[in-house]
């Protein structure tokens, strides 16, 4: 009985000096645990006699109890110590000044795609985004670039298999359009393509906006006439431009439009063209009573024009510094 009071008082120290809930459990698992000291006691129990035990078993159970509710009271203790430090931690300085929030913002090429369109859908064009991942028949065959054209290796297409590819061009959707509807038709297309290609002016992904009217009687003039108001409309400003004779297998009479910079330097903006009569026969639209004229913007490079950007990468990068010269809200 003598050593389960010493006991008692060991149990009573370690509590004592226990400054952790975690502590207490490992208090009750080393003395009262399956393991523990005193079970070790009570097992012991079985050597003694009938009269003997019932006495003990008494007495070591009132212990029992007794450590129980020591363990108990210790826990409250701690936890109300817990609270009352971490309430003292936790006080709110009301004196100091309040976090702003950030604002985000839309990205400039989300935001330059929103107001191209708004033009566009002011002079009553349609938009569709399009897929992404087209057929070699959408992106090249239907738009007159056939299997060994010169044209196909600029394009540095990233492909899937033999027909699948991402687009390398949103003109594909030229050809799922002019399938589907039918004249007149006024559409644009903005969205992203892939070009396996990578420098200050090119990243393997970027947008293109691509027009498309398909009517009686659209000319060379109806085009012009509408990439100049785009331009007015885009910088703000009359903008020096440039029709410059080009070629595109999908275009007859093609053009690139070069803007004229500041330093009288011309920098290419966008490629455009009368849709060429194999395209048109290629969607079984009659060339003979209807015409149509095309044309590409690239959009990271009118921006780039627009706000003076020396890299393309600089879009893509995700610096703040660079994001938070485009808050548009
Ligand atoms: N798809 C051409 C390119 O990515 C751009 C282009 C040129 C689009 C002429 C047109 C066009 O619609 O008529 O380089």
Redesign the pocket.
């Known amino acids: 009985m003598l050593n389960l009071n010493q006991l008692f008082e060991n149990i009573k120290t370690d509590l004592k000096n226990s400054k952790k809930i975690e502590e207490l459990d490992e208090i009750r698992i080393k003395y009262l645990g399956k393991k523990g000291i005193f079970t070790s006691y009570i097992k012991n129990l079985k050597n003694f006699s009938f009269e003997e035990k019932k006495k003990y078993s008494i007495i070591i159970n009132k212990k029992k109890q007794e450590i129980i509710s020591l363990i108990h009271q210790k826990k409250q203790k701690l936890t109300e110590l817990i609270l009352e430090k971490r309430i003292k931690e936790e006080t709110i300085d009301v004196s100091l000044p309040g976090r702003r929030t950030e604002y985000g913002s839309l990205h400039p090429i989300t935001h330059t795609i929103n107001y191209i369109k708004n033009f566009f859908l002011m002079l009553g064009f349609q938009s569709v985004n399009g897929l992404e991942i087209e057929d070699e028949y959408h992106n090249f065959d239907a738009l007159n670039i056939s299997k060994n054209h010169p044209a196909r290796d600029s394009h540095d297409t990233f492909w899937f298999n033999d027909n699948r590819l991402l687009r390398?061009?949103?003109?594909s959707m030229?050809i799922r359009i002019m399938k589907k509807e039918k004249p007149p038709i006024r559409f644009i297309f903005p969205g992203k393509?892939y070009r396996n290609d990578y420098d200050t002016t090119h990243t393997p992904m970027f947008h293109?906006i691509?027009?498309?009217i398909v009517d009686e009687n659209i000319n060379f003039s109806n085009l012009k006439w509408i990439i100049y108001k785009f331009l007015y409309h885009f910088f703000g400003k009359k903008v020096s431009i440039k029709f410059r004779p080009s070629y595109?297998p999908?275009?007859v009479l093609?053009a690139e439009v070069d803007i004229i910079n500041n330093n009288g330097k011309p920098l290419e903006i966008?490629?455009?063209?009368m849709?060429h009569p194999e395209v048109l026969k290629n969607v079984n639209i009659d060339s003979k009573r209807y015409s149509a004229c095309?044309?590409?913007i690239g959009i990271e490079r009118i921006i780039m024009l627009r706000y003076g950007i020396s890299d393309i990468r600089y879009f893509f990068e995700n610096d703040m510094r660079f994001l938070n010269q485009f808050k548009y809200n």
């Open positions: 390398t061009q949103t003109s030229q393509v293109q691509e027009g498309l595109f999908f275009t093609s966008l490629g455009c063209g849709v095309a044309f590409g």
